[in-house]
């Protein structure tokens, strides 16, 4: 009798361990919107290396890697196929118009917010329509924002509960933050996102290329403050919080080590073997060239990651120097660059 228990109870156990074995759990599955840019890439094929099933907005799903499963969305156009919110654990949004392509007409400046705030209403609708079905949601939604909010704010430290600024950039993430009523259900994450640093595009290309002619300069007075973060870095932690349940509400994702643009420019010099030595270019010589997008360049604030380095997340790139040794020690090896 002894010996008919015992192997009932080996039986139950290896049964158990079989039934927990991680290639018989159902695959997590996340829905990611601007999939193939600079930040979605890197955030879809950290996620695929963790197991997750991927799954792509795009206007053209036929295009996208065949690591990622394509489903159909064009928000201009309010369309979406809902089915790929189905089952999905968590749905992340990063697409949106770029603030830096073309310059700021009144009708740029509505298609910029609209991009924003439409693209935004429109998961959040089919999301609901999930749930009036009786279907599961995504269990969190993890939303793109940005430090434009502060505004040109000087050498003041800013955290998440600081007043908004002035100016077009804050009011579009204003109206940015607003868009998006997801039901109660959902645990909602918005990232105020800094700039962020990538050879492949972005802020840092455009900042490396006068320095390679010799030509490098810092805009303005040097004294506006650059808040950035390593798109590792930001990949890191936007998986950091799909994973982690107390990580709810508005996150600053800069890293610790914000810098005047003065400092930022001498240590990009460093790192591109070429020094800034040229005078500083005048203020409203910029405002004459780029008008009202000026503000991007001129402006600046000085944000505290703070909040959500006390969740746990940690940084690996926390200083500048290492950033950028990071981003360009490879090339120097391979090129000489």
Known sequence: MKQGYLFADCVSILIARWLAHPYLKP???????????????????????????????????????????????????GELDESCLEDASTLIHLAGENIAD????????????ESRTRSCNLLADGIKNLASRGQSTPESVILASAIGYYGNRGDEMLSEDSPPGEGFLSETTIEWEKAGTFPATVREVRLRIGVVLSREGGA??????????????????????????????????????????????????????????????????????????????????????????????????????????????QFEFSDLDSALENLYAGKKAATGA
């Open 204 to 313: 840092l290309r455009e900042m490396e290329r006068p320095l390679k002619l010799f030509a490098g300069a810092v805009p303005g007075s040097g004294k506006q403050y650059l808040s950035w973060i390593h798109f590792k870095d930001l990949a890191r932690m936007i998986q950091f919080s799909v994973e982690t349940d107390s990580v709810k509400g508005i996150y600053n994702a800069v890293s610790p080590d914000p810098r005047t643009m003065d400092s930022f420019m001498k240590s990009l010099g460093k790192a591109v073997g070429r020094p800034v030595y040229l005078p500083n270019v005048p203020g409203f010589a910029l405002k004459l060239m780029l008008g009202e997008m000026s503000e991007m360049i001129l402006g600046g604030a000085r944000i505290s990651s703070d909040k959500i380095q006390k969740t746990g997340f």
């Open 27 to 77: 695959m997590k599955i996340a829905v990611i919107s601007g999939v193939s840019g600079l930040v979605g890439s890197e955030v879809a094929e950290s996620l695929i290396k963790s197991g997750y099933q991927v799954r792509g907005l795009s206007r053209s799903p036929g295009r996208l890697p065949s690591s990622i499963q394509g489903y159909h969305w064009d928000p201009d156009n």
């Open 102 to 113: 073309g310059r700021w007409t009144e009708k740029r400046k509505r298609e910029i917010i």
